[in-house]
């Protein structure tokens, strides 16, 4: 009785799992080619050895940067790996050190962090602009700490460091975080790629197996 029930079950799962499993295959290998269109239309080489070497010795990147960088050098985005490195190694690099050479302390080093730290020094600005001009109301004082910081010609240094800042945040970290966002995107996709054609692989093999158990004649 139980082997007559193993081998039934053998029977169904051995048709059921290759059928999910060469579903899982067919959706992997969608997800894959999806990536590779969606980054082919970007069309976003990597640096090549000279330009990774160059940012390397001025401090753009780091070491670790560079080496990942060198292993696909040259070659243009089209799977999830090299959309990762991109973003991490070269995007992000770049990013933290804009940022670093702006003076920007490293635990505040992102988009909302360097908003923050504007704030701050924009406060500061006009606390000092209301020391120059008493006379200013609270509006007035807003006013003018805008157009100091509009001013590239300011004689204030906290304007001069404002505009900096909202110079880096709109170029540097808005943008890059754009970048970054569709690149770790691509690569998401491409690793539910690879797990569901991993998956996929699995329930085909063991539905086979199951298969050959529970059509396989009884001896005797």
């Known amino acids: 009785m139980t082997d007559s029930v193993y081998k039934a079950l053998s029977r169904v799962f051995g048709v059921v799992l290759p059928v999910v499993g060469v579903g899982a295959l067919i ?17 976003i080489t990597m640096p090549g050895p000279q330009v990774i070497a160059r940012e390397l010795k001025i401090g753009l990147i ?21 959309a990762r490195i991109y973003a991490d190694n070269y995007v992000l690099a770049h ?3 804009a940022a670093e050479r702006a003076g920007v302390p490293e635990d505040r080093a992102t988009y909302a962090g360097v908003g923050d730290l504007a704030s701050e020094l924009n406060d500061q600005l006009k606390a000092e602009l209301k020391a120059n001009h008493p006379e200013m109301g609270p509006g007035e004082i807003a006013g003018l700490a805008r157009m100091e910081i509009q001013d590239p010609e300011t004689e204030y240094d906290l304007a001069s460091k404002i505009s900096r800042l909202h110079q880096l945040r709109s170029e540097n970290f808005f943008m890059g975080n754009a970048i970054r966002g569709m690149l770790l995107n691509a690569y998401g996709w491409w ?13 085909v093999g063991i539905g086979g197996v199951l298969s050959v158990q529970g059509f396989k004649r009884s001896r005797g």
């Open 27 to 43: 959706g992997g290998s969608f997800a894959h080619r999806f990536v590779a269109d969606q980054l082919g239309s970007e069309d």
């Open 62 to 82: 780091a070491p670790d940067d560079a080496e990942r960088l060198s292993a696909h050098a040259g070659e243009t985005l089209s799977n999830g790996p090299q």
């Open 191 to 203: 690793l539910v790629g690879l797990l569901a054609r991993i998956v996929g692989g699995g329930l």
């Open 95 to 97: 990013m933290k050190v």
